[in-house]
């Protein structure tokens, strides 16, 4: 079954609005980047370090040798080839898109105070804080502290992929693909989210000296 945009923007509404009645029933616990940290307004120093970092972050580089792997173990899309010169394209074409949808995230998200970071849910049980993981990655924090869907990422996610279609291998520059590619940029949010949440007590655990 093919999605085209409309159809594709209904769905992540509809999933925005069940973490909003996810939200509000959590208000007063950690989970949801609830703490006096998060509700402070994003500065737009923080906001070109968030764009910075999670375009050229360690995370973001790692992630883009995997998925031009892959694509290039799979010959997608085949114009490139199944060589290190597909190879690089592959991951050259990955890195537009991420910068420029991370740059639409920012810019628009600064008009009406869109936080784009993710906040931990330390204080949360495991399934609070995988709870925190999914919602957040529909969900953004205003700038008076309160959670709204992520209007700004829903633009810059589908809007990169859609534009990009202008300069993609023709193999795959449909509707449905660009479709497509929005929704595993939301999955690949949901998985940079649990990063972020988890990996940072694995290490802990890992390396906890002990006395």
């Not at 991420?98 to 399934?127: C, H």
């Not at 990655?137 to 202008?166: D, E, K, V």
């Not at 660009?178 to 694995?202: D, K, Q």
């Amino acid at each position: 079954m093919k999605l085209n945009l409309g159809q594709l923007l209904a769905i992540l509404i509809l999933l925005s609005t069940w973490s909003t009645g996810q939200v509000l029933r959590d208000q007063k616990s950690q989970a949801f980047g609830n703490s006096s940290v998060s509700n402070q307004p994003i500065t737009n120093r923080q906001r070109l370090k968030w764009f910075v970092r999670s375009t050229v972050g360690p995370e973001s580089l790692t992630a883009g040798l995997f998925t031009a792997g892959f694509g290039t173990g799979l010959d997608r899309p085949r114009e490139y080839g199944p060589h290190w010169e597909g190879y690089g394209k592959r991951y050259g074409m990955r890195f537009t898109g991420i910068a420029t949808g991370n740059a639409m995230e920012a810019a628009f998200g600064s008009l009406w105070g869109e936080d784009p970071r993710y906040f931990r849910a330390t204080g949360q049980s495991v399934k609070g804080r995988i709870k925190n993981v999914i919602v957040m990655t529909f969900m953004a924090r205003q700038g008076n502290g309160t959670m709204a869907p992520a209007y700004a990422r829903y633009i810059g996610t589908s809007g990169n992929n859609f534009l990009s279609n202008t300069w993609r291998a023709d193999s795959e520059s449909g509707v449905g693909d660009a479709c497509l590619r929005t929704a595993l940029g939301f999955a690949g949010r949901m998985g940079g989210n649990a990063f972020a949440e988890f990996w940072p007590t694995v290490t802990k655990h890992l390396f906890h000296k002990r006395p």
